[in-house]
């Protein structure tokens, strides 16, 4: 899949790629239970339902444009995760792909870790309860203030990302006369997307230090002669939306190379291993995730194979899934505003939200489903492009998908798996005001993230 950015401009249009829809679906009225939170259904009288509340009461409630979050799904999928991994095993929701004082009570409540990568993440984690020692800081430019912070509050792990660092984060943690428990993050050469990875001897980017060259060996060297740090183990990300196994398998060979390598020179076996996150989810009905007990399975056996052939102790595995927690659990509802028929092309449907608030479309080429979800229609199927409301040609909710042919001003249509990635890159383009977060559960629904307002707007502008 593509991951250009598009130029600008009038002719924006035609550098876009085409053919990513397939066939219409034999029933447009399906609500896939792949792509969509598990409590959603559609009603008697043909509307999605969430949590038991239909979705024209919800926007009546909360407008449009809104993410609506099923706590119930959130919660099942912390303790599916947990439960597939066990008590030997330990997973951090990757905060990055939505984070909120509710989600991280929630997670608190259902036994997961956070992993945070920035001191405003942190702040909310611990605003919310979260005990410090199950966040781990993540981060590639941490401030001095940061690492001051995480090491004041406590935090289970930093993982350190660069030579500087590994000084640094030592430095403080001897100040505040503390050691701080670590991890060194390598760049292991492997980079996962989706159905494809490439494997290669090493990685040009800009996240922690290369196992190529024997970098990473010398990063290990240096820090296990630091008296303010406790080197616990070494953590590896590999991409994201990743479905293929095998990229997971090469990081994990890779990685536990490096222990062999540090026991023969330290004689110390490092006991933990971090394998980061990066696990796919289904956008679209053609996508096919693997459930979380297969996951852990299948990452245990390739960490437990590794170490054998090695002759090491298995070491404590930690995983960081943001995307594969949060992403199934939202959709996006939004209302109709225009629909322009273009003559042998497709047809717009405009929305009231757009890449302000789903960003995912225009900057990684991302593939979503649609559907119309107040009511049912037994119309024929059109093909459409879902366009949001902003100044900008690129500005697409989603590329190819088909809704019914009577479609029309004032339904509502929804998008499903925005969970991740969406509001926590939710931008104020043209002034747009970022939406809002809905939990809804067991027939009630409250804000957990409220819509922004003009006033917050024009309180930054000051003047
Ligand atoms: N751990 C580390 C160290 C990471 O860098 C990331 C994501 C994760 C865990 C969680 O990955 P997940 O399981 O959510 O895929 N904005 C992009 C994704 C960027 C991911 C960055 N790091 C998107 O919308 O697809």
């Known amino acids: 899949m593509s991951r250009s950015a598009h130029p600008a401009g009038p002719r924006h249009a035609d550098v876009l790629t085409e053919g990513h829809y397939s066939a219409p679906p034999a029933d447009l009225n399906r609500l896939d239970p792949k792509v969509w939170s598990r409590t959603v259904e559609r009603s008697g009288d043909g509307e999605l339902t969430v949590g038991g509340l239909e979705v024209s009461r919800l926007a009546e409630e909360f407008g449009t444009p809104a993410y609506f979050l099923d706590e119930a799904d959130f919660r099942s999928r912390c303790r599916a995760w947990a439960g597939a991994f066990g008590p030997d095993a330990d997973v951090f929701y990757a905060g990055k792909a939505f984070l909120s004082r509710a989600v991280v009570r929630w997670l608190h409540e259902e036994g997961l870790n956070l992993d945070v990568c920035s001191g405003t993440e942190l702040a909310t984690a611990l605003d919310a309860g979260m005990p410090a020692e199950r966040i781990a800081f993540h981060g590639n430019n941490k401030s001095e203030a940061e690492i001051r912070r995480a090491v004041e509050a406590g935090v289970g792990r930093i993982v350190l990302d660069s030579f500087q660092e590994i000084v640094r984060v030592a430095h403080i943690a001897r100040e505040l006369g503390t050691v701080q428990k670590a991890f060194i993050r390598v760049t292991v050469g492997v980079e996962a997307h989706t159905h494809e990875f490439i494997a290669t001897a090493h990685e040009d980017q800009k996240f922690g230090i290369a196992l190529a060259d024997g970098q990473a060996a010398e990063a290990v060297r240096r820090a296990l002669k630091l008296d303010g740090l406790e080197l616990i183990g070494i953590h590896s990300h590999i991409g994201s939306q990743i479905f293929d196994m095998a990229g997971f398998e090469v990081s994990a060979r890779r990685v536990v190379q490096l222990l062999a390598e540090v026991r023969d020179e330290h004689g110390v076996e490092l006991p933990e291993i971090d394998l980061g996150g990066g696990l796919g989810i289904a956008y679209t009905s053609d996508d096919d995730p693997a ?47 225009t629909i322009k028929p273009l003559e042998g092309l497709r047809t717009y449907v405009s929305v009231d939200g757009g890449m302000s608030d789903n960003i995912r479309t225009a900057l990684y080429d991302a593939e979503y489903s649609v559907s119309l979800v107040s009511r049912t229609s037994a119309a024929e199927p059109m093909l459409v492009r879902v366009v949001g409301k902003h100044c900008e040609s690129g500005d697409i909710v989603v590329r190819d998908a ?46 957990i993230v409220r819509r922004e307002t003009e006033e917050d707007l024009l309180r930054l502008d000051v003047g």
């Open 291 to 337: 459930e979380p007990h297969e996951i852990a399975k299948a990452l245990t056996e390739i960490v437990t194979r590794e170490c054998d052939a090695a002759g090491l102790r298995v070491p404590r595995i930690s995983v960081e899934p943001g995307r594969a927690i949060v992403g199934p659990t939202a959709f996006t509802l939004y209302e109709v505003g």
């Open 402 to 447: 088909f809704l019914p042919a009577d479609l029309a001003p004032g339904d509502l249509i929804a998008v499903p798996a925005t969970g991740a990635y969406c509001r926590s890159m939710a931008s104020n383009y043209n002034h747009a005001l970022r939406p809002p977060v809905v939990a809804v559960r067991d027939g009630s629904a409250r804000v």
